[in-house]
């Protein structure tokens, strides 16, 4: 079946700007989580949902992440006000209720702010 | 708080070598353990797991034991192929707290 899937695949954005990425679970998989990927700090947990909950958010590096998801499936991470250091590659993951431990992971978004 | 180490890379090596690339942990109570592959120019694959203490995980000729007493979960492969060469990332979850919290990630070279 179809895996985890992310748009966009690139993104080069002035500092300043918001910039919105998507994250698509795989079917049926009610956890989704995100993730940064960058050279200085690897890799970070950002937000994890539950259904349309986020249970913890503890990961968020600031005021200017937020992430929400609807119905259960599809998933928007918006970064306002674009800072250089937020230059990375954003992973989403999803995963069952019955291995909710096996995460899968999509493409991922590399974000550039220049 | 919870916390991955895993051994420094890049890690070069001949095509048919041996590998260990070492990983301990530090965790609240009983973590499930995993090793997740990231070929180049791919996404994260989950490569192999472990759930509980003295369990092995295996998969494409790699294995790991959970290791309770030295909170360790070592990877290892008999005889490595040009084909392994990815970055592995040694990872945690701890019951309740359903995030992945992952070592820095070891970058694989294999020479034929």
């Known amino acids: 079946g179809a895996g985890v899937s992310q748009s966009p695949s690139n993104k080069v954005t002035e500092k300043g700007k918001d910039v919105e990425l998507r994250c698509d679970p795989i079917?049926?998989?009610?956890?989704l989580y995100w993730y940064r990927q960058s050279l200085g700090q690897g890799l970070e947990f950002l937000i994890y949902f539950q259904g349309n909950s986020a249970p913890d958010k503890s990961g968020l590096p600031s005021d200017r992440f937020s992430a929400e998801r609807t119905g259960g499936s599809v998933s928007t991470l918006t970064i306002q006000r674009t800072q250089q250091e937020d230059s990375a590659v954003y992973l989403c993951?999803?995963?069952?209720?019955?291995?909710?431990?096996?995460?899968?992971f999509g493409p991922g978004t590399r974000l550039t702010v220049t | 708080g919870d916390s991955v180490t895993q051994m420094e890379g890049p890690v070069t090596l001949s095509e048919e070598a041996f590998l260990t690339i070492n990983c301990t942990y530090t965790a609240t109570g009983y973590p499930s353990l995993f090793w997740y592959v990231q070929y180049p120019g791919e996404g994260l694959q989950l490569l192999l797991k472990a759930t509980k203490a003295d369990d092995k995980g295996s998969n494409k000729g790699f294995e790991a034991t959970y290791r309770k007493e030295t909170t360790s979960f070592h990877l290892e492969k008999g005889s490595v192929q040009v084909s392994d060469s990815a970055v592995y990332f040694c990872?945690?979850?701890?019951?309740?707290?359903?995030?992945?919290?992952f070592g820095q990630g070891t970058r694989l070279t294999i020479n034929p």
């Open positions: 079917s049926g998989h009610t956890a």
């Open positions: 990872a945690l979850s701890t019951q309740g707290a359903q995030k992945l919290v």
């Open positions: 993951a999803s995963s069952s209720n019955r291995a909710a431990y096996e995460q899968y």
